[in-house]
Structures are given as C-alpha cells and as structure tokens.
C-alpha cells in the first residue's frame, strides 16, 4: 500500500468515529446514515485501492436495523492501521554463510 500515511488514516479514523457516533445515537435519519456510510467505504477504498471482504462483511452489518451499536468502522480503521504498520515492520532476514 504505497498510498498510506499518517494523514489519510488519521482522516478515516475521524469519519470512522464520526460515522459510529452517528450510527450509535441515531441523531439523523436512516437515510443521512446510509449516505455517512457510503462515504466511509468510498474513503477506505480510495485510500487503500482495493476491496476486501472484511470490508463488504462490515458495511453489510453496518446497514443491518439494530447492530448499529457496535462500532464496526472505528475496529476496522484501527484493525487497517495496526496491519499496516506491522506490515511496514517486517524485515526480510538473510542468513549469509
């Protein structure tokens, strides 16, 4: 993932809470949710150009009436990140003779 930096994933991290808030409340109608909704998945596969599963799995729970209590978007994005860094850690060892 050549695209990913601190500032991208700081901005999906604000929408993925911002999108829990909004689910957990139920401030605005299902409608404005759908659409926050959209707008998270739209921001996740722009900054990591690719669609996962994990990722279709969490916006089809997201939409479900009544399991909107968990805070799917805020795990994944943090789940993303913490992958992403580990992946950025690993070293290749050689064994030289």
Do not use: C, H, Q
């Amino acid at each position: 993932m050549s695209s990913f930096n601190e500032t991208k994933i700081l901005v999906l991290i604000l929408l993925a809470v911002t999108n829990d808030i909004v689910d957990f409340t139920g401030i605005f109608s299902p409608f404005i949710e759908f659409i926050l909704d959209l707008a998270t998945v739209t921001a996740f596969l722009l900054v990591y150009r690719r669609l996962s599963i994990l990722l279709a799995v969490i916006a089809f729970l997201d939409v479900l009436p009544g399991v909107d209590y968990i805070p799917f978007w805020t795990l994944y994005t943090f789940y993303m990140y913490f992958t992403e860094m580990e992946r950025k850690n690993r070293r290749i060892k050689i064994k030289v003779e």
